[in-house]
C-alpha cells in the first residue's frame, strides 16, 4: 500500500515560499510543490495568475467568513476539494472551461453535506 504513496517524486513535496502581495501588503505563502501546480491550474482556467486567484480567494474567504486564521492549509484544501470535485465529475476535467462559469449549486448538488457550507456567499460589490 505505502509503495503507491512513497514513490512520489520528492520534487512534489518539497515546499516553496512565493513572495506576494494581497492589495499592496507584502507577504510569502510556503507550500509544497505540488499545491502550486494544482494553484497554477486552477488560476490559467479562469485566464488569471497565481498571486491574483491567491488575492481573489483571500477576498472571497474575508467577505464569507470575516477572518482568514490559517490561509496556507485554506488554500491547500482548496487545491483538494479542486481535485476531488474533478475525480467525482462535478468539475470537468477540461482545463479550458472555467471555474467561474461553474454554477456552484450544480456542483455541490448531493454532496455531502460535511463537505460543504450552505450558507450563500454574500454580494461582492463590483468595481
Known sequence: MCEIFVR???QSYATEARSLRL??????VR?????WNVLEELAARDGMRVTQLIERLYDELMDYRGEVPNFTSFLRVCCLRYQMLQAE???PRDAAV????????TVFQGLRPDLFDERPLPERATA
Do not use: C, M, Q, W
Open 23 to 28: 492589495h499592496g501588503v507584502a507577504t510569502s
Open 8 to 10: 512520489a517524486n520528492a
Open 89 to 91: 465529475g462535478r468539475i
Open 31 to 35: 507550500l509544497e510543490k505540488l499545491f
Open 98 to 105: 472555467p471555474i467561474r462559469g461553474l454554477d456552484a449549486r
